[in-house]
T-cell receptor, first 116, second 113 residues
Framework: AQSVTQPDIHITVSEGASLELRCNYS??????LFWYVQSPGQGLQLLLKYFSGDTLVQGIKGFEAEFKRSQSSFNLRKPSVHWSDAAEYFC??????????????FGSGTRLQVQP | DAGVTQSPTHLIKTRGQQVTLRCSPKSGHDTVSWYQQALGQGPQFIFQYYEEEERQRGNFPDRFSGHQFPNYSSELNVNALLLGDSALYLC????????????FGPGTRLTVT
């Protein structure tokens, strides 16, 4: 069965500092990979996605993520964090095969706190 | 272009009651999925509807059921509510079963007392 691990439950960074959120997955083959952000009381907003090709993908709000097949990882990065980035971040995987079954499997999330 | 909408925003129910949550997909989308997000957890897949049929189901009991209407909107029904059903219920839609990218609604916060 597929699973997603986000080892860091809570991360605090200073505004302007760089950020890296970790995500590791367990899957039978390379899945589709996603990062979502959730502000308090809100739904999920897609930050970026990896389907194939270039392993470094760019997303919205200045975020990027790098897919590393050898490490089964898809870490999210941002060079300079803004106070508005404080939120919960979720990594998710979805199946490449079986087009009728597209359920996403999510990690448990990383809460990002930004200090002024 | 309206995104995914859900109603109601918040709901309080008592143990043993039944609840119905509603979802309207993003314009042009015909596939709807429901997820349950317990406090402090990531979303968990409940089921997916396409062409008014349940196409995939997660590890949830039969108390959780759904429906999709001809206009692609969907309902999630939960019977015999338990305290553990308290969660944020998220609806997601996409364009076609084969499409992978999903768009999420703001969710319905259900509290069971």
């Amino acid at each position: 069965a597929q699973s997603v691990t986000q080892p860091d439950i809570h991360i605090t960074v200073s505004e302007g500092a760089s950020l890296e959120l970790r995500c590791n997955y367990s899957y039978g083959a390379t899945p589709y990979l996603f990062w979502y952000v959730q502000s308090p009381g809100q739904g999920l907003q897609l930050l970026l996605k990896y389907f194939s090709g270039d392993t470094l993908v760019q997303g919205i709000k200045g975020f990027e993520a790098e897919f590393k097949r050898s490490q089964s990882s898809f870490n999210l990065r941002k060079p300079s964090v803004h106070w508005s980035d404080a939120a919960e971040y979720f990594c998710a995987v979805g199946p490449v095969m079986d087009m009728g079954r597209r359920a996403l499997t999510f990690g448990s999330g990383t809460r990002l706190q930004v200090q002024p | 272009d309206a995104g995914v909408t859900q109603s109601p925003t918040h709901l309080i129910k008592t143990r043993g009651q039944q609840v119905t949550l509603r979802c309207s997909p993003k314009s042009g989308h015909d596939t709807v999925s429901w997820y349950q997000q317990a406090l402090g957890q990531g979303p968990q897949f409940i089921f997916q509807y396409y062409e008014e049929e349940e196409r995939q189901r997660g590890n949830f009991p039969d108390r959780f059921s759904g429906h999709q209407f001809p206009n692609y909107s969907s309902e999630l029904n939960v019977n015999a509510l338990l305290l553990g059903d308290s969660a944020l219920y998220l609806c997601a839609s996409r364009q076609g079963q084969g499409h992978i990218e999903q768009y999420f609604g703001p969710g319905t916060r259900l509290t069971v007392t």
